[in-house]
């Protein structure tokens, strides 16, 4: 009888518990201007698994048995967030109606143009920039990245873009080539790219095992998009001068059929550097059949062309004669801009996409084909002087360092001419190629290097809710690629034909093909590459009252191979047909672990090890001519964790990070000519066993002071260098250098490269940033953000830190001079220099008869400072000797290249939608 009793009390005391816990929080969402049904809105209990969204009449209603003080979030896109503190004690919570509000600030996006169309490098020198990957958050800090430190390049904890995933409807766009995705395939379309999910770093994501920068899904069925009709209209002095775009959505009809077509152009004459032309088309059209509510089938098509003159990196001394908008790449020839290198895409891309979605499950699959072409435009030269107004020998510093003493009249004379020519001649090599004496052929000739692309993709991913605490994600991913290069004759600049042989070993290009080439013709080199990658990802995720975490492993098989189209006369044996067959098995494996202190307070640490392969860029040494491969090719190792608080509180919500990342056996390849101590020649440089190393920590916090004002502070503060000293592998041409010093592939091992501590060239790697912004109630906002960014560096070149350094090209023995001190003044790591940056932004909207009308406006760089976003070392200098000559007068004529940021730029958008 007492067990009976106890026992009755028990189950009492459980029910009571029980009751006490459960409880519900509902409410209604309205737009705030127009007072109509907000349906399809998020709301979330922050810091937990609870979430839900509203129906058709904007209700909704959470389930749940927590217990404390938490955040309501309230959010849909293209509305600002509504952050309402809740107390859960047992008792249901009904919090009547809440009122949304356009959020007229998403046009700061628009602003991304000059990072994600933006092209600031030469061939050599890859700037690469990853604030495409944070358009979908919120996170203050990863929104100063974006919008603000982005101008100068900064980096996410000074990670490549290659480390975060991009997904178009679930399948990912990442390029074989270098891992990156390309925004360019869809620029233009912001308004149908707006609806996208962004998981920041190691965090788990539905769709993807992923990187470790992030990963983005952009979801762009028209079903999810803002139905109706919106025109805007941009005026900038960026990248482009003008933008006109207009997109329409038909609603979800009775019959379950919706459809989007949007379009664009953006256009400039001149960018905001001298000579860079910009010419953009965008087209999207989308058709989607939704039979019921739990299947749905998407036809989409995205045809994106872009073509721009691009910019190069300069010395210094050329910025001091031709000031920083100076770009030596463009000549006026009719009296029109002509830029001799002009990149040209045009990628389309045809999805085919079903979706299915019940309680319990949710299926995302797709087929997506993309092909096109990307190319890009040069100036060929051919026992002719270098056309390159900025070529050393033109320069006053070629002068002033004359190893038989400095000719200072001669320097005056350079700078007088620099001043009276400083860019490109057309007429002169017009001139040239009309000379009598070379019987039609060409001295000088532009070309295009282009990549014509087929690449398949077969995706599906599940996502399953086993119960309100466990899920479930699978994911499978086919891609192939035929990837056809070449280089081919754009014009022959009034020559009759081009003959194709190299010029420095007197050699045929194609010993099977016709010596001289016409406009149209393929030349210098023509190679196939195919490549092919199957993956798939697991991921268990687990969610309770006080915690929650996940577990995801991941697996991938990818082949490459190279079929040359080309028997080269320098490499007979290796330059035509196929190579053998290079694959690669890869793992990955990455959990997460968070736990709440409180309901606004909570901690999260995530951790991931992962291997990958190579990119198709850092395969082969020299695609272009020959099969040959990087000696010990093995795949890429990263390690890397993280330790995350998050504070959710109704006025201050913050996040500060500390993260630790190793990448282990990566492999890089470089192109240069070389004044090495083993020789001279244009050169192939392998490195590999090269180990970098990324740490540091992130803090963003966000106080709304009123209704109105809301102050912000973000700050990084990071170390990236090399944690090991690589081996060095050059390939010279065979008239270039000791043939004793060559093995049996044409290569010669240079041994370790010392640069273990030295700075990667990872943009800065210290950022801070305060921000005010005022939000009237009639619908006008003002924001300003002042930034410090700081300890950015200078890209370095590997082959000075080797032993060959040292040697005398003349005697093969060690320069006498070559001491330690002297060395390492000479080889000091350029550090760039510190700078601030202020950035204004504005805005006002009307509402008049159920349309839309906004207005945008932005001024970066308010103070025109002058900064650098990044730069490399010139390795034209390869031994001591002759880059201590070099050096003797402070005036270097290989002096390291740096790109530099726009001065006081501005952004103007006008947009109606209705």
């Not at 979605?357 to 096109?372: A, D, E, R, V």
């Not at 041409?733 to 990667?760: C, F």
Request: proline content about 3%.
């Amino acid at each position: 009888m007492r067990l009976l009793l106890s026992f009755t009390c028990l189950l009492w005391t459980c029910f009571y518990c029980t009751a006490q816990q459960t409880q519900s929080v509902s409410g209604k969402v309205l737009n705030n201007q127009t007072k109509e049904i907000l349906a399809s809105v998020t709301i979330v209990i922050e810091g937990t698994i609870y979430n839900t969204q509203t129906n058709s009449v904007g209700a909704f209603k959470i389930d749940t048995d927590l217990q404390g003080d938490f955040v309501l979030n309230i959010s849909k896109p293209d509305f600002s967030a509504q952050r309402l503190a809740i107390s859960l004690d047992g008792n249901s919570i009904d919090l009547g109606t809440i009122f949304l509000e356009k959020d007229f600030t998403l046009e700061k996006s628009d602003n991304l143009i000059t990072l994600t169309d933006g092209d600031l490098s030469d061939d050599d020198q890859s700037t690469s920039v990853s604030a495409g990957l944070l358009q979908a958050t919120r996170d203050v800090f990863l929104n100063r990245a974006a919008f603000d430190f982005g101008q100068a390049f900064f980096r996410v904890r000074g990670y490549d873009s290659q480390n975060g995933q991009v997904l178009l409807n679930g399948i990912a766009m990442n390029k074989f080539f270098d891992g990156r995705p390309q925004w360019n395939n869809w620029g233009g379309l912001n308004d149908v790219i707006r609806n996208q999910e962004f998981s920041n770093g190691l965090e788990a994501s539905s769709y993807t095992f992923g990187g470790i920068l992030g990963n983005t899904n952009i979801d762009m069925r028209p079903s999810t998009l803002r139905p109706g009709t919106r025109l805007s209209s941009s005026i900038s002095n960026r990248t482009y001068t003008g933008r006109l775009m207009t997109t329409y959505t038909a609603p979800v009809s009775e019959k379950g059929i919706a459809y989007t077509f949007s379009a664009s152009r953006r256009w400039a004459k001149e960018g905001y550097l001298d000579g860079t032309l910009y010419d953009a088309y965008s087209f999207f059209g989308a058709f989607e059949y939704k039979p019921n509510e739990k299947h749905s089938f998407t036809l989409t098509s995205i045809l994106a062309r872009n073509r721009r003159g691009r910019s190069s990196a300069i010395t210094e001394e050329v910025l001091e004669l031709g000031g920083r908008k100076y770009n030596p790449y463009w000549g006026e020839q009719n009296g029109k801009i002509r830029n001799a290198r002009e990149r040209e895409i045009f990628e389309p891309i045809f999805m085919f996409n079903h979706y299915f979605k019940n309680k319990s499950l949710k299926l995302t699959s797709g087929i997506s084909y993309q092909f096109g072409t990307n190319s890009r435009s040069r100036l060929g030269y051919f026992n002719a002087p270098n056309p390159d107004p900025t070529y050393y020998r033109y320069l006053p510093s070629f002068y002033i360092n004359n190893p038989v003493g400095a000719d200072f009249t001669n320097a005056a004379l350079a700078r007088e001419g620099f001043g009276e020519n400083p860019q490109i001649n057309w007429n002169n090599l017009y001139t040239s190629n009309s000379n009598i004496q070379n019987g039609g052929k060409a001295s000088y000739i532009l070309n295009d290097d282009t990549t014509n692309d087929s690449q398949l993709s077969i995706s599906s991913i599940a996502n399953i809710n086993i119960n309100a605490k466990f899920n479930l994600d699978f994911g499978i991913n086919y891609r192939s690629i035929a990837s056809e290069n070449y280089a081919q004759v754009n014009d022959l600049l009034g020559a009759d034909f081009h003959e194709d042989i190299d010029p420095f070993s007197d050699t045929q290009n194609d010993i099977n093909g016709n010596l001289n080439k016409t406009v149209g013709d393929i030349f210098n080199y023509h190679y196939d590459i195919k490549a092919s990658r199957f993956s798939s990802f697991g991921q268990f995720r687990a969610a309770f009252n006080k915690w929650d975490g996940f577990i995801a492993i991941s697996a991938s098989n990818t082949n490459y191979q190279r079929i040359g189209l080309f028997q080269n006369e320098r490499f007979l044996e290796t330059s035509f047909g196929e190579s053998e067959q290079i694959k690669f098995s890869d793992y990955g494996f990455k959990t997460g672990f968070a736990y709440k202190l409180t309901g606004r307070h909570w901690i999260k640490v995530n951790s991931a090890y992962i291997s990958r392969p190579p990119t198709l860029q850092n395969v082969f040494i020299n695609p272009r001519e020959n099969n040959e491969l990087v000696s010990n090719l093995q795949s890429e190792q990263i390690s890397s964790a993280d330790i995350n608080y998050f504070i959710r509180l109704p006025d201050l919500t913050g996040r500060l990070t500390g993260f630790y990342t190793r990448f282990q056996n990566t492999t890089d390849i470089n192109f240069f000519f070389v004044d090495a101590g083993l020789g001279s020649d244009f050169v192939q440089e392998a490195i590999t066993d090269l180990d970098k190393l990324h740490m540091g920590i992130e803090m963003g916090l966000e106080y709304q002071a009123s209704s109105s004002v809301k102050l912000s502070a973000v700050a990084n503060i990071g170390k990236y260098v090399y944690a090991s000293d690589p081996n060095v592998t050059i390939n010279f041409d065979t008239a270039g250098a000791e043939e004793d010093l060559i093995d049996p592939e044409g290569n010669i091992d240079l041994g370790v490269a010392k640069i273990k501590d030295l700075k990667l060239a990872q943009g800065p790697q210290q950022a801070f940033a305060l921000g005010i912004e005022y939000r009237d109630p009639k619908y006008w906002w003002v924001g300003a953000t002042t930034n410090y960014l700081a300890n950015n560096y200078a890209n370095i070149s590997t082959i000075t830190r080797t032993q060959s350094f040292f040697l005398d090209p003349e005697t093969g023995k060690t320069f006498p001079d070559a001491t330690s001190e002297n060395v390492e003044n000479l080889l000091r790591q350029s550090k760039l220099d510190d700078f601030y940056l202020l950035n204004l932004v504005g805005g006002k909207s009307w509402l008049k008869n159920g349309t839309y009308i906004s207005i945008f406006a932005s001024i970066n760089n308010a103070f025109d400072t002058v900064f650098r976003t990044g730069g490399y070392e010139q390795s034209r200098n390869g031994n001591f000797g002759q880059l201590q000559q070099d050096n003797l007068r402070n005036d270097p004529s290989f002096a390291p290249k740096y790109w530099y940021g726009f001065g006081r730029t501005y952004f103007l958008n006008f947009a109606i939608s209705f």
